[in-house]
């Protein structure tokens, strides 16, 4: 029976009690296959690889090398929520890499989106294969791949959170625990793990982080602008109990600015744009109505509170014609 296969008479994991036994399974079979070795993974501090760092943890404990890298782009506190849960809550193994000057000078004056994105994965590659090449007696190579990668790749799945390894990686074999789960029971086995709401239930991420969303070459400024509207409109989202109502939405900050006004004086600064999208397959996208008084509490909040934002503008487009991401 191919390996990659999920089985037509496989249950779907919907219940705490059917994500017990799917742990205890795993558990046996990933003990079977690595024994006494060590296993490396990339973990990105989203959902999948999250899970399965979880359940390896359960599984072979401090045989499994986490390795984390902040890249500069990720949304607030995430590194942080990640060296909180895995290292400090769950004693992992983890290895903790900021390279976020490394990332960031690199794309220093980069405008065009696919070169950025190309930038972004052929470093993170670089810096995952400059720290594995620091350890020692790893066997396996631990991956986040979903059933719907496998569906979409026909099979063959490069590391969807690296974005493909070097083709010298060696390893004996690949831990994929919850490579024939969607992503629905994914979650159902995270909360089953003990992972916090905040991680199970991420929305997604796109692989290059906010690169994508500070439009054409990114500046630290700009970065730092994006990062904290874009945490205040998920607060606020949180509040208003829209978090589990809609999708996906983020803030995007554009590479030109407009005309402001602040203690009398005109000013040149950037302005917010809020994206808010309902899909069921991502091949479409519909634009959720928000409530007027939370779109203005948001950006009231934002004007006063990110440095170098005069507007605040609320992406009405659907899919299609425009796409989810800006980039």
């Not at 046996?28 to 399965?52: E, M, N, P, T």
């Not at 490579?179 to 709401?197: F, S, T, W």
Request: aromatic letters at 6%; glycine letters at 8%.
């Amino acid at each position: 029976m191919d390996s990659n296969k999920r089985p037509e008479n496989m249950e779907r994991i919907t219940t705490p009690e059917l994500a017990a036994a799917f742990i205890d399974g795993q558990i046996a079979a990933v003990r079977k296959q690595v024994g006494d070795k060590k296993v490396l993974l990339a973990l990105s501090g989203g959902v999948d690889s999250s899970v399965v760092a979880a359940l390896l943890i359960k599984a072979i404990g401090r045989q499994l090398v986490c390795v984390h890298v902040n890249h500069g782009l990720m949304r607030k506190g995430e590194s942080e929520e990640v060296i909180e849960v895995f290292q400090k809550r769950m004693d992992a193994n983890l290895i903790y890499i900021d390279a976020t000057d490394r990332f960031l000078d690199k794309l220093a004056g980069v405008a065009e989106p696919e070169k950025k994105r190309k930038i972004i994965g052929e470093e993170f590659v670089r810096v995952f294969e400059e720290e594995s090449n620091k350890l020692e007696g790893i066997a396996f190579l631990a991956q986040g791949t979903i059933y719907p990668d496998i569906l979409e790749s026909d099979g063959v799945k490069a590391h969807h959170n690296v974005g493909g390894l070097p083709e010298d990686f060696k390893f004996e074999g690949l831990v994929e625990p919850v490579k024939l789960l969607y992503k629905d029971e994914v979650r159902v086995i995270g909360k089953a793990l003990g992972l916090p709401v905040s991680m199970v239930e991420r929305q997604p991420f796109p692989g290059p982080g906010l690169g994508v969303r500070c439009l054409g070459a990114i500046t630290r400024d700009r970065l730092h602008a994006l990062r904290e509207s874009d945490a205040i409109l998920r607060e606020e989202f949180d509040k208003a109990g829209l978090t589990a109502q809609i999708w996906q939405f983020f803030t995007v900050i554009p590479d030109f600015t407009a005309t402001g006004v602040k203690d009398g004086k005109r000013l040149d600064y950037w302005p917010v744009i809020i994206r808010a999208v309902n899909t069921v397959d991502a091949m479409s996208a519909t634009v959720p109505e928000i409530d007027y008084a939370v779109l203005k509490h948001i950006t009231d909040r934002i004007l006063n509170e990110v440095d170098g934002v005069c507007r605040v503008l609320y992406d009405l487009s659907p899919k299609p014609i425009a796409t989810i991401e800006f980039e």
